[in-house]
């Protein structure tokens, strides 16, 4: 091969990789294969950490997390700020640690992730879905507590009709589940760093489906305008709680009506 012949390879490869490391960087994602997004499922969702109160037998304090059930498997979504209230509240509503099998922490703020060793103390048969950019110090505490840990940064299966975005740019770095339930995709979000606009048009991307039947968690105080954008997103329920906001949260309220599902701490919301 001549000396130009090697230099055109070399910068051809060069320039493919540039392109490659940045669609990585703005976050592109391809959507999940055909094959792995048949399966719809059943599912109950059950708030156990939070700063609103559905329940008054419970403790609520900043933060969010809510245990997901479907006939396949239990997860965990976030784990609030304080292991002891998590647990106190997982007590009170008669779920047992141990029957928790899969964790997903969305990022690395400590009202979602200031839980975990506490309740790692509990139960470490469990395997932790975490963002790959968190630190070494993450990871070493999940190993230390006897659990195992995936590092996530595109979009993946988790289970059976459970699925992570991927890391999304915020900053910092969030991943949210998609559940392909019976009724349509429900979208659970931690804080929405990302925008939870550009979340919920992401995971309609990656699942390939129109009707997005709930969105739920945190949105973290969006403007005003995102009700609209839910609506033109045909979006059919939502219950936000946690980072949403008051005036964001009441927006919603007026907009969806009785689409609209109050969420907070001892909601339970059950998908057949």
């Known amino acids: 091969m001549s000396v130009f012949k090697k230099a055109f390879v070399k910068s051809f490869i060069l320039v493919v990789a540039m392109a490659v490391l940045s669609s990585l960087k703005r ?23 939070d700063n609103y109160q ?18 396949q498997e239990v997860f965990l979504f976030d784990t609030g700020g304080d292991s002891e209230i998590l647990l106190s509240n997982m007590e009170k509503l008669g779920i047992n640690p ?21 309740f790692l103390e509990k139960n470490s048969n469990v395997t932790v879905f975490i963002p790959a950019s968190f630190p070494g110090s993450v990871k070493n ?14 979009p993946r299966k988790i289970s059976l009709s459970v699925y992570t975005t991927g890391e999304l740019y915020g900053p ?12 349509g995709l429900v979208i659970i979000t931690g804080c ?6 550009n979340i919920v048009k992401r995971a309609k991307e990656l699942m390939r489906k129109e009707k997005i039947y709930l969105v739920l968690g945190g949105f973290h105080h969006p403007p005003i305008s995102c009700v609209k954008e839910f609506k033109k997103l045909a979006v ?6 946690h980072c949403t906001g008051d005036t964001a949260r009441e927006a919603f309220r007026k907009e969806y009506k009785e689409n609209f599902i109050e969420y907070g701490v001892g909601k339970i919301i059950r998908i057949k």
């Open 27 to 49: 976050g592109e994602t391809t959507p999940i294969p055909f094959e792995s997004i048949s399966e719809k499922t059943e599912v109950t969702l059950i708030s156990v950490y």
């Open 54 to 71: 559905v329940d008054k037998r419970l403790k609520t304090a900043w933060g969010f997390a809510t245990v997901v059930k479907t006939p």
């Open 98 to 118: 141990a029957s928790i099998r899969k964790v997903v922490i969305s990022h690395i703020h400590g009202d979602h992730l200031g839980g975990l060793e506490g």
């Open 141 to 154: 505490m999940i190993t230390e507590k006897g659990a195992k840990f995936v590092e996530v940064s595109g």
């Open 172 to 183: 910092p770095k969030e991943q949210s589940l998609i559940i392909n339930s019976k009724k």
């Open 192 to 197: 929405a760093h990302p925008g939870i606009v």
């Open 236 to 241: 059919e329920k939502v219950a936000p709680s």
